[in-house]
């Protein structure tokens, strides 16, 4: 199967995983900034934006797309990559770095941090999200010029939606709409993250302060490394990738480029 990637950049290979119903184009606020520093690869995991979905046979579980974007990663020839994942894309990059090396991991407001089923607010929100995206799509797209829409469309996803471009929203909505691995995704991914093969990388992971999507039952991270950094973003929501590309970029940043001081870790 095929994946779409968009590559830019020179320096230390970085893999950007975005979350679900979404697209690499979610990276597009802060992918200049990172391809000053590094050779970044945005990728559209199995049956999202340009990515053909996962066989009929072949559940699309986070460690099954992980295997998919670790055979492009082969192909393309790249062996050590630092990987940044935002929601579903952080849990299928834990799944990635237990599978083969990694430099380090990123994880933005990851999604399977819940201890069984995927909690019932988040399952809902995520399916009246995609619902009025698939079956509104023209409409909403046009409203997207008036920042009190975008407000009110963006505003469980993304912290500061007011401040988002109409072409971004867009993007936004048109990805979450047509992406047809979004159901069998869903089911996929309960229950949540289990730990694997010890992760020899360092990892950070951060959840924004205004991220009403991934509430107090889906940030248990007990599953995560001895040693995981654990920050927060300031104003950012559960996409904080538009709310914030200067913070976000100084975050990725000191995890690949790890120093010795100022964040909390788990014991």
């Given at each position: 199967?095929?994946?779409?990637?968009?590559r830019?950049?020179?320096?230390?290979?970085?893999?950007?995983l975005?979350?679900?119903?979404?697209?690499?184009q979610?990276?597009?606020?802060?992918?200049?900034a990172l391809?000053?520093?590094?050779?970044?690869?945005?990728?559209?995991?199995?049956?999202?934006?340009?990515?053909?979905?996962?066989?009929?046979?072949?559940?699309?579980?986070?460690?099954?797309?992980?295997?998919?974007?670790a055979?492009?990663?082969?192909?393309?020839?790249?062996?050590?990559?630092?990987?940044?994942?935002?929601?579903?894309?952080?849990?299928?990059?834990?799944?990635?770095?237990?599978i083969?090396?990694?430099?380090?991991?990123?994880?933005?407001?990851?999604?399977g941090?819940w201890?069984?089923?995927?909690?019932?607010?988040?399952?809902?929100?995520?399916?009246?999200?995609?619902?009025f995206?698939?079956?509104a799509?023209?409409?909403?797209?046009?409203?997207m010029?008036?920042?009190v829409?975008?407000?009110?469309?963006?505003?469980?996803?993304?912290?500061?939606?007011?401040?988002?471009?109409?072409e971004?929203a867009r993007?936004?909505?048109?990805?979450m709409?047509?992406?047809p691995?979004?159901?069998?995704?869903?089911?996929?991914?309960?229950?949540?993250?289990?730990?694997?093969p010890?992760?020899?990388?360092p990892?950070?992971?951060?959840?924004?302060?205004?991220?009403?999507?991934?509430?107090?039952?889906?940030?248990?991270?007990d599953?995560l490394?001895?040693?995981?950094s654990?920050?927060?973003l300031?104003?950012?929501?559960h996409?904080?990738?538009a709310?914030?590309?200067?913070?976000?970029v100084?975050?990725?940043?000191?995890?690949?480029?790890?120093?010795p001081a100022?964040?909390?870790?788990?014991?």
């Amino acid at each position: 199967m095929r994946l779409a990637y968009t590559r830019l950049g020179a320096g230390e290979p970085m893999v950007a995983l975005h979350g679900m119903g979404s697209a690499r184009q979610a990276f597009d606020p802060i992918l200049p900034a990172l391809a000053e520093r590094f050779d970044v690869i945005a990728i559209d995991l199995p049956g999202f934006g340009e990515s053909e979905p996962l066989p009929a046979d072949v559940e699309p579980h986070p460690a099954a797309l992980a295997r998919s974007v670790a055979v492009l990663l082969d192909e393309l020839g790249l062996e050590r990559p630092h990987v940044v994942g935002n929601s579903l894309g952080g849990w299928v990059a834990l799944e990635l770095a237990a599978i083969r090396p990694v430099a380090s991991v990123t994880l933005l407001s990851p999604a399977g941090m819940w201890r069984n089923r995927t909690p019932l607010y988040n399952r809902i929100s995520l399916r009246v999200s995609r619902w009025f995206s698939a079956h509104a799509t023209n409409l909403l797209s046009r409203l997207m010029s008036y920042r009190v829409a975008r407000v009110l469309t963006l505003g469980q996803t993304h912290g500061q939606p007011a401040r988002i471009s109409p072409e971004y929203a867009r993007m936004a909505i048109r990805a979450m709409g047509t992406c047809p691995g979004f159901d069998a995704t869903m089911r996929a991914t309960s229950p949540g993250y289990r730990a694997g093969p010890p992760i020899d990388a360092p990892v950070t992971v951060e959840f924004g302060s205004r991220d009403f999507l991934l509430r107090r039952a889906s940030r248990h991270l007990d599953e995560l490394p001895p040693g995981t950094s654990v920050r927060a973003l300031p104003g950012c929501g559960h996409v904080p990738m538009a709310d914030d590309p200067r913070a976000v970029v100084a975050l990725i940043g000191e995890t690949a480029l790890p120093s010795p001081a100022g964040s909390a870790r788990l014991p």
